[in-house]
């Protein structure tokens, strides 16, 4: 009986000692995982990335298969970051590194990938109010439809982005976009309408100075 109490006490000491030791790790992981990283410290990270990009060889993907997956993995581990802390510049920095990424990659797949990457910033930055990264990346989706050579669909995307930007009258957006709506009515042979949107788009381009 004495020695079944003893054992009795071990087990509880042992038990509340793991217990105690439990909590304490717990309580570690939690303010480990629970801090946020500043914007400055994600964008950072991200301009780190963005130089990997010139480093790989996008015409040899078997080797650079292993290098592309983990570079689209921290790539977007720092998108969710940002978006889980609010750092909307973070966000649209960080997709624009990934968007320039898919663009030197090329093939059917990755147009896919590209397509739906903007579709969705579009929709984050319309969800949170940011009317001049959605005029931007409305921009971006008109100039990588425009490199498919659909150049309709680049020129509804253009127009978007035009009326965006003047929305919140932004020159410099407004210039970009008109001067894309010039460039792709030159390419479909539309020249009346590239010679009215390159005027237009200097018009623009003296107001911003």
Known sequence: MIAAGRNNSLMISTNTSLKGLFILLSLICFSSFGQ???QPELIKEIDSLYREIYKFNYY???SYDTAFLSFERKINDLIAEGQQSDHKGAVYKAKNVLFIHLKYKEGEEYDLETRQLLDETIDYAREKGDTL???QFT???????SSLDRY???LVYFEKALVIAESIGN???EAASINAL???YANIGRDDLAVEYYRKSLDVARLSK
């Open 182 to 184: 010039a460039v792709t």
């Open 139 to 145: 921009y971006l989706l008109g100039n990588f439809l």
């Open 36 to 38: 946020q990283r500043e």
């Open 60 to 62: 040899d993907t078997l």
């Open 152 to 154: 309709d669909s680049s």
């Open 171 to 173: 020159k410099s957006a």
């Open 133 to 135: 990264a959605h005029a």
